[in-house]
């Protein structure tokens, strides 16, 4: 996408290429590295402001990178204090498809988490677009989507999925990689930047999860 973005919302809004995570009161945003490594601008849209974003840090080791924006976040993310080893109901979803839901508020979790050596993989229908979307499980930030693995009749490989095209057909459910919490923290503390973690969920066994995936993302554009 060339030039600046509109700062309106609606039909004419611009389309977002990924997703982000509001990481505290400053407007830092996580978001996956490979969504914003090759672009000349990057800007972030929550609502009906778009705003231009800076690149505070990018993980070598990982497909994690942190924005500077002049976002003032109604709520942030909180990871976990000690690493979660069960597999759980998890929701996880790109900015711009939770923006739309209309089931929204009745929706608890759309994916299965399971937790492997430190990693994390998610059973989970998440599309393009969805690169940097929170892993929620009890309101926490388990994990980061980063990508799509290919299963069964589908012939091997990823798909990152940062909005790659729409005339790719990944529907159904898949496998999908996500960076694990413990990972983030690790990345976030060696770049000084500040977060929140709990083992107190942050929502009810059976509150819908959707509407804080909502609330703490930020669409991410690639300009």
Not at 38 to 62: L, P
Not at 169 to 182: F, H, I, P, W
């Amino acid at each position: 996408m060339a030039g600046k973005p509109r700062h309106q919302a609606g039909p004419s809004a611009p389309d977002v290429h990924a997703t982000g995570i509001f990481l505290n009161a400053a407007g830092d945003v996580l978001t996956a590295r490979h969504a914003v490594r090759d672009c000349s601008a990057v800007y972030v849209v929550k609502d009906a402001r778009v705003v231009a974003a800076r690149i505070r840090a990018i993980s070598q080791d990982h497909d994690l990178a942190v924005l500077g924006t002049a976002l003032k976040p109604y709520l942030s993310a909180t990871f976990p204090a000690t690493a979660q080893a069960q597999s759980q109901g998890v929701f996880a979803e790109s900015y711009a498809v939770v923006q739309r839901m209309s089931n929204r508020a009745s929706v608890v979790f759309n994916g299965l988490s399971e937790p492997d050596k430190g990693e994390l993989s998610l059973l989970s229908p998440v599309q393009p677009g969805a690169s940097g979307s929170p892993v929620l499980g009890g309101g926490l930030v388990l994990g980061v989507v980063v990508e799509r693995v290919a299963t069964g009749q589908i012939s091997p490989g990823s798909t990152t999925l940062s909005q790659l095209g729409r005339s790719m057909d990944l529907q159904g459910v898949s496998r999908v990689k996500a960076v694990s919490t413990e990972h983030v923290k690790d990345f976030l503390r060696s770049n000084a930047i500040a977060f929140t973690e709990s083992d107190e969920p942050q929502l009810g066994r059976m509150q819908a999860q959707a509407p804080r995936a909502a609330t703490l993302s930020v669409g991410v554009i690639c300009g």
